[in-house]
């Protein structure tokens, strides 16, 4: 019982921060089984383990597998998914984000 409980507050607590977002960014694109998907708020609060003012989700992958992803989870801050492997990420800008992102989407699409 305890867990759903932490888990419905979390959930409030996520849905009460994001109602008070701005989408500043959102782009998806599908070319046959792979996706590409960016969204990027401003939130009023620092994500937890974030120096900015920025919650964001890019993804690269297809039905079930993500193959590159950049986020920032509340606690875990900044990262980047590759694969299997997940690193922190070094936040700079939205800029430098997408960029990063998009050059890791081609290097994978090239090696597909």
Known sequence: MLPMVFDTIALMVYDTIMKKAELIFRDKRVDGDKIVEMTIWKVPNQVKASTHFLKYSLYFGKKGERIVGYDNERGKGDHRHYRDHQEPYT?????????????DVTKEREND
């Open 91 to 103: 936040f700079v800008s939205v800029e430098q984000l997408i960029d990063d992102f998009i050059a």
